[in-house]
């Protein structure tokens, strides 16, 4: 059985990190709902260290117009980045590096819309098949 959190008001901070260390215990995983998007003052997304088994990145993650800071270290996200996610043009952190499961872009062209970005870790993504000339 499916648990669901309910939220009401205005949320602008979403903390659900998990401790990193080893044996992480406790874990968030599943299906992310786009019910999210309810939490329309949310501007910040911390999911790191959890495990949600190397399903891909949602794209509805992209339509968070406030977005300043998504954390998605080591929350173990699978498969294709979403380029939804240069839609965030406020986001000043992202982090998508570290994870068991490999993480990939074709092209690096949605760079360019994170024009407020301060900090991006792409650690452990693999970027051997990106067709953009990006340097």
Known sequence: MASKILLVGNVVKFNLRNGCD???LGLLGGEISDSLLDLKHLNYLDLSCNDFGGIPTPNFFGSFG???HLNLY???FGGMIPPQLGNLSQLRYLNLGGGGYQM???NLN???GLSSLKYLD??????SKTTTNWM
């Open 66 to 68: 406030r977005f300043r």
């Open 104 to 106: 990939r872009v074709s």
């Open 122 to 127: 792409l650690g452990n993504v693999d970027l």
């Open 22 to 24: 080893f044996p992480r």
């Open 74 to 76: 080591g929350a173990e």
């Open 110 to 112: 949605w760079l360019s």
